[in-house]
C-alpha cells in the first residue's frame, strides 16, 4: 500500500546543476500537485496537473519545471539549481482537483550549496 | 490574496483538550482543511469543512464559521504523539487548490 512515492529521499546540489525529483502515486488519482516547504512555513504550491496531460502553475512557480508524464507519475525539474531553492519538496495527489484528501509523498530534502 | 493566521505554537498536558484557531482573508472561499505534520514526515489530512458547524472524528473535531472566516481545530484526551504540527488550508473556489498556513506547533507534555 504504497500511496505517494518520491525519490530521492535526500540530495545535494552545487548551484547550477539540474535535478528531478521523481513521484508516483498508485491509488489511481486524476491531480498531482508539488509543493516546497521551508523552515516555519507552510506548504507552497509549485505547479499542479489536475488530470493526465494538463499542468499548471502554483504559487512559486519560477525556476521549476513540471511533466505528467502519466496518470501515475509527475516530476518536477529544477534545470539550474539556486541556494534559495534549498527546501522539502512533497508531491501530493487527490481523486480530482481540489478534493479532499490530498495524499502526501514523503517528501524530498534538497540542498543546494 | 489571501492570507491565514493561527498560532505559532500551542502547549499543553497529556489529557487535556486543546483548541487551535485559524483566521483566514480570501476572496472565493470553498472550504477549509486541516493537515498534521509530524517532524520530518509528510503532512496526513485531518478533516475539512465547506459548510458551517462541527465535524467530528474521533479525538479531533473541526469548526467552521464562514461568516466570521474563522474555523479552529480541537483535540481531546491529548496523548503525547499529538505533539505535532498542524496546518489549516484554505480551499479557494474556482482554483481548487490549496493555501496553506504557517503552522501551529503543539507541544504535549506529561
Known amino acids: 500500500n504504497a500511496g505517494v512515492t518520491q525519490t530521492p529521499k535526500f540530495q545535494v546540489l552545487k548551484t547550477g546543476q539540474s535535478m528531478t525529483l521523481q513521484c508516483a502515486q498508485d491509488?489511481?488519482?486524476?491531480?498531482m500537485y508539488w509543493y516546497r516547504q521551508d523552515p516555519g512555513m507552510g506548504l507552497r504550491l509549485i505547479y499542479y496537473?489536475?488530470?493526465?496531460?494538463?499542468?499548471d502553475k502554483g504559487e512559486v512557480p519560477n525556476g521549476y519545471n513540471v511533466s505528467r508524464l502519466n496518470k501515475r507519475e509527475f516530476s518536477l525539474r529544477l534545470e539550474s539549481a539556486a541556494p534559495s531553492q534549498t527546501s522539502v519538496y512533497f508531491c501530493?495527489?487527490?481523486?480530482?482537483?481540489?478534493?479532499?484528501?490530498?495524499?502526501f509523498g514523503d517528501g524530498t530534502r534538497l540542498s543546494i550549496l | 490574496g489571501q492570507s491565514l493566521e493561527q498560532p505559532s505554537e500551542v502547549t499543553a498536558v497529556e489529557g487535556a483538550i486543546v483548541q487551535i484557531n485559524c483566521t483566514y482573508q480570501?476572496?472565493?472561499?470553498?472550504?477549509l482543511s486541516w493537515y498534521q505534520q509530524h517532524d520530518g514526515g509528510a503532512p496526513t489530512f485531518l478533516s475539512y469543512?465547506?459548510?458551517?458547524g462541527l465535524e467530528e472524528t474521533g479525538r479531533f473535531s473541526s469548526f467552521l464559521s464562514r461568516s466570521d472566516s474563522y474555523g479552529y481545530l480541537l483535540l481531546q484526551e491529548l496523548q503525547m504523539k499529538d505533539s505535532a504540527s498542524y496546518f489549516c488550508?484554505?480551499?479557494?473556489?474556482?482554483?481548487?487548490?490549496?493555501?496553506f498556513g504557517t503552522g501551529t506547533r503543539l507541544l504535549v507534555s506529561p
Open positions: 496537473s489536475a488530470s493526465e496531460g494538463t499542468t
Open positions: 491509488m489511481n488519482h486524476n491531480s
Open positions: 501530493a495527489s487527490s481523486e480530482e482537483e481540489g478534493n479532499q484528501p490530498q495524499h
Open positions: 488550508a484554505v480551499e479557494k473556489e474556482g482554483f481548487q487548490k490549496l493555501v
Open positions: 480570501t476572496s472565493g472561499f470553498y472550504g
Open positions: 469543512n465547506a459548510l458551517d
